[in-house]
C-alpha cells in the first residue's frame, strides 16, 4: 500500500514570503497522477495542480507544482493572505486506488 | 455548470443504519465514476471507494471495504454512500467528488460536493 508524505505537518510564512510544500511517496507516483489541493477551515477541498504540474483552471501562476518518482513539491512564490490554509497532495494508481497525504498546515506568522 | 449537491447534515444513534446522497448536475452523469472522501474532525482526507454510474462498478479502498456500500442511480444521477450499522468513530464530513476532465484517468478530484456532516451519538 502507497504512503505518501507531507513535510513540513506545519509551515509558519508571512505573506509575501515563497512557500515550499513536499511530498514523498512510499513507492514511485506517474506524475500524471499526482494532484495537490487546498482545503479551508469549512470548506471542501479545491484542485490547485494535477498532473505533478499543471495548474487547474483559475489558480494562480503563483502556485506552482514539480518532482518526479517519489518525491514531489508545491511551491507557492509569494504568499497572499488567502493561501493561509491545508494543503494535501494526492496519488491514484496504486493500491489503495486514490490515497491522500496527511496534510500541510500553511500557517501566519 | 458541473455540481455535486449533498443531502443534509444526518444525527444517528450507534448501531442505526444511514444512507446520504450525492446528486449530479451539469453533466452526463454515467460518464464520470464519483469518489466517496472521509474527513474525520480536524483530520485529513481519506479516499473511501468509488462507482461509475454507468454500469455501477464499485471499487473500494481496504480500509473501508465491507464498512460501507456505495451505489448510484443513475434514473436521477445520485450516488449514495451507506451503512448497515453506525459507530460512534463513523463520525466525519462525506464529501462526494468527481474528476476533472484534465485529469488523466479520471486521476484526480476537480468537482466536489459541498460535505455531508455525520454525526454518530448515543
Known sequence: ?109 | EVQLVQSGAEVKKPGESLKISCKGSGYSFTSYWIGWVRQMPGKGLEWMGIIYPGDSDTRYSPSFQGQVTISADKSISTAYLQWSSLKASDTAMYYCARPHPHCSGGSCYGYWGQGTLVTVSS
Open chain 1, 1 to 109: 500500500e502507497i504512503v505518501l508524505t507531507q513535510s513540513p505537518g506545519t509551515l509558519s510564512l508571512s505573506p509575501g514570503e515563497r512557500a515550499t510544500l513536499s511530498c514523498r511517496a512510499s513507492q514511485s507516483v506517474s506524475s500524471s497522477y499526482l494532484a495537490w489541493y487546498q482545503q479551508k477551515p469549512g470548506q471542501a477541498p479545491r484542485l490547485l495542480i494535477y498532473g505533478a504540474s499543471s495548474r487547474a483552471t483559475g489558480i494562480p501562476d503563483r502556485f506552482s507544482g514539480s518532482g518526479s518518482g517519489t518525491d514531489f513539491t508545491l511551491t507557492i512564490s509569494r504568499l497572499e493572505p488567502e493561501d493561509f490554509a491545508v494543503y494535501y497532495c494526492q496519488q491514484y494508481g496504486s493500491s489503495p486506488l486514490y490515497s491522500f497525504g496527511q496534510g500541510t498546515k500553511l500557517e501566519i506568522k
